[in-house]
């Protein structure tokens, strides 16, 4: 077990590591790299520095050899029952440790946890007695007392938040009055405290005994506690470690899909922003385009609720970042959809993207060239006032004019009538000016365009 997770590890870090590498080469590389190749890079980075911290060999080695001796009382936090790190000391004079304290304060409390007494201030006082003896007692015992400040305050797990995590998911099973009252409990936690978030990932269970009372593969009955519990699944997809543990389990991945198709409006969008956040793993992105997602994914965008279109916008996007994800977006239909939408003015520069990124796919092209997106496409140019709208125009414009010779007397004409290209190729982004101006010159080179029977 234990070899299989250092292997599961090893591989999450050699997939991020690959994936920073790519973009980063293509920053190098290119001179008209997009912004959103940018964020990747940073986003990419943080899992990494993230995975890292998380991983970390002599934290685990600290904990795993702090379990072999029993810890005196005095050391243990009163909130956490943990070996405190970093003592402080309260104004009542009871010693806690900083982030458990620091969080109670935080949540909002003025008095003593111990003692109940209402504090004079909040200022908390390093207690260096306490520390000195805590590390003292360690090194005698072999071990290194970790540095304070390693800790995010507002992650920190106390025995109160299982405690209450437990009696909610004990609610989760008894009446439908108890599930829809501890689904609204888990949504506003999984909100609100991160901590809560953290939790779910020591143990896969967890999760399923949250959706447990939503059936899979049929309608919910009860639209309001599905509402909440795909929030919660949300809220805690939010969290990293929880994300390749969530996309792993197909029942979840089932659930989502169920709420795609029969959620109210705003389960549809929040089944499909819990899907982009997943995919925000590469790996995960495969994982969710092979469960049939995608299909449903299109389904919401086809509807036209504004509140859903735009979650599963942006999850098609992120899905369609690799290359198989494409073929099944194409082959679902997703062309004619966008087409659709973007000549009503609908999401145009979401829905742009998508289409750029489908343009690499020649089933897409040839769709697009046949559905007549090249007047679209050049109207736009002509009057959007978004350089990223330009921008993704002319590329799948590139593609389309280099695999359809018949769509180049229409691009003539309009360069004729209004030198649209030609503006863009003096006035665009650096990648706009180098799509517009090959399409220029390929256009140009070529013959007169004369058709005969």
């Not at 292997?7 to 590591?17: H, Q, V, Y």
């Not at 003692?115 to 006082?125: A, E, G, R, W």
């Not at 006032?385 to 280099?402: D, F, H, P």
């Amino acid at each position: 077990m234990a070899a299989a997770t250092a292997t599961a590890k090893r591989d999450e870090s050699s997939e991020l590591k690959e994936r920073l590498w790519k973009l980063v080469k293509t920053i190098v590389e290119s001179d008209d790299y997009s912004l959103q190749i940018a964020d990747d890079a940073i986003a990419t980075l943080s899992s990494l520095k993230d995975f890292k911290f998380n991983n970390n060999g002599t934290k685990n080695s600290f904990s795993s050899k702090l379990d072999q001796f029993t810890l005196p009382p005095e050391f243990r936090c009163p909130i956490s029952t943990q070996l405190m790190i970093d003592p402080v000391i309260l104004s009542t004079g009871q010693t806690y440790d900083r982030p458990f304290i620091q969080r109670w304060l935080n949540e909002g409390n003025r008095t003593c946890p111990q003692t109940q007494q209402v504090l004079s201030h909040t200022i908390l006082t390093p207690n260096y007695l306490v520390r000195d003896m805590i590390a003292q007692w360690c090194k005698e015992r072999g071990l290194e007392l970790p540095k304070p400040n390693t800790r995010d305050t507002d992650e920190v797990v106390t025995d109160a938040d299982k405690d209450r995590l437990n009696t909610l998911l004990h609610k989760l099973s008894l009446s439908v009055s108890d599930q829809k009252a501890a689904a609204k409990e888990l949504r506003l936690l999984t909100k609100r405290t991160p901590s809560f978030r953290t939790l779910f990932k020591e143990s896969g269970d967890v999760i399923t005994q949250v959706l447990r009372p939503l059936s899979p593969g049929s309608a919910c009955t009860h639209p309001d506690l599905q509402e909440d519990l795909i929030t919660t699944v949300l809220n805690l997809s939010i969290h990293d470690d929880n994300k390749k543990l969530f996309a792993e389990d197909p029942n979840l991945i089932n659930l989502l899909i169920d709420a795609l198709k029969w959620g109210t409006i705003q389960t549809k969008s929040n089944a499909a922003a819990a899907i982009f956040t997943l995919s925000a793993l590469d790996s995960n992105k495969h994982i969710i385009g092979k469960s049939g997602a995608i299909k449903h994914l299109i389904g919401v965008l086809d509807e036209g609720h504004q509140i859903a279109m735009k979650d599963a916008a942006s999850a098609i996007f992120n899905l369609c970042l690799v290359h198989e994800n494409k073929g099944r977006t194409v082959r679902e239909g997703a062309v004619k959809v966008i087409l659709n939408k973007i000549t009503n003015h609908i999401l145009v520069d979401e829905l742009l993207a998508i289409l750029a990124l489908l343009s690499s796919h020649p089933t897409a092209v040839e769709e697009m060239g046949h559905r007549g997106a090249v007047t679209f496409l050049l109207s736009t140019i002509r009057e959007s006032t978004s350089e990223r709208c330009k921008e993704n125009c002319v590329a799948i414009l590139y593609t389309i004019c280099y695999s359809d010779r018949t769509t180049w007397k229409e691009i003539k004409e309009e360069e004729k009538t209004n030198g649209s290209l030609s503006k863009l190729s003096q006035c665009g982004t650096s990648r706009a000016k180098r799509k517009a101006s090959s399409i220029l010159e390929r256009v140009n080179r070529s013959p007169s365009l004369t058709h005969t029977a």
